[in-house]
C-alpha cells in the first residue's frame, strides 16, 4: 500500500527535523503532556501519525515509553532508520491495532488535517478506545479563523487538508469520552513554517 506521503517521506525528514527548535511553547506543551503521563502511572505512549519518528524520539527523551504510529510505509521505514531503539509500526488512525484501554497517552501532531470531516469522530472515538481512564490526549491541528464554522478545507503540499474550530474539536473530543483540560492558539510566526493558527488541545479520558 501507497500513500501520498511516501512520495515525499525524504524531503519531509529533512525539512522538519529541527521543527521543535524555534517552538519554545510546543516543547513546553509537550514537558507537561509528559509530566501528566508519568504520575497517571507511565503507560505506553503512541504517537499516532509520527512521519519520520523525530517527535517520537523527542517523547522518549522526556521519559515516556513512546512508540510510533504511521500509514505511510516510507515513513515508518525512515523512522526505523533513523531511530534504531524505538519501536514504529504501520497502522491506520481509524483502526489501531492497539487494545482497549492500554494506553497511557496519544500524541496526534498535525497526523489528523487530512481526516476527511466525515471521518475524524471515526479517529477521535478510536483514540478514546486505546486510551487508559486518566489518560491524556494532546492533539494539534490549525484552527479556523471564524469559531463558528466547524471545519475549513485549504490547499497543502501533499493532499487536501482541513482546519477546525476549536470549539468544535473540543465537542468532539467530549462525545469521545475526552474532556478539555487545557488550550492553547499559536499565531503564524515569520520564522515557521505555519500558514494558519495552530490550536494544541490537551484533554484527559473520564
Same mark, same amino acid.
Given at each position: 500500500?501507497?500513500? /501520498? ?10 525539512? $522538519? &527535523? ?14 507537561? $503532556? ?45 523512522? &526505523? ?6 519501536? $514504529? ?44 481512564? !486518566? !489518560? ?10 471564524? /469559531? ?34 487545557? &488550550? ?23
Amino acid at each position: 500500500m501507497t500513500t /501520498p506521503y511516501d512520495a515525499f517521506a525524504v524531503r519531509y525528514a529533512e525539512q $522538519f &527535523r529541527d521543527t521543535l527548535h524555534d517552538r519554545v511553547l510546543e516543547r513546553a506543551l509537550l514537558r507537561a $503532556f509528559a509530566e501528566l503521563v508519568r504520575t497517571n502511572g507511565n503507560g505506553e505512549v503512541a504517537d499516532l501519525g509520527c512521519g519520520p519518528g523525530h517527535i517520537t524520539a523527542h517523547l522518549r527523551e522526556l521519559g515516556l515509553k513512546a512508540f510510533g504510529v504511521d500509514i505511510s510505509p516510507a515513513m515508518v521505514r525512515l523512522a &526505523r532508520e533513523a531511530n534504531p531503539g524505538l519501536r $514504529f509500526e504501520l497502522g491506520s488512525m481509524a483502526a489501531l491495532d492497539i487494545a482497549d484501554g492500554s494506553l497511557g497517552g496519544v500524541l496526534s501532531r498535525s497526523s489528523v488535517i487530512h481526516t476527511p470531516p466525515q471521518d475524524l469522530p471515526v479517529v477521535l472515538a478510536e483514540i478514546g478506545r486505546v486510551l487508559a481512564p !486518566g !489518560g491524556h490526549l494532546l492533539i494539534s491541528l490549525f484552527a479556523t479563523d471564524d /469559531p463558528s464554522i466547524p471545519s475549513q478545507s485549504f490547499d497543502h503540499t501533499v493532499t487536501t487538508a482541513h482546519r477546525w474550530s476549536p470549539d468544535h474539536l473540543a465537542g468532539m473530543l467530549r462525545d469521545a469520552g475526552m474532556g478539555e483540560v487545557a &488550550r492553547t492558539l499559536c499565531e503564524p510566526q515569520p520564522t515557521d513554517r505555519r500558514q494558519f493558527r495552530e490550536l494544541q488541545l490537551l484533554s484527559r479520558k473520564g
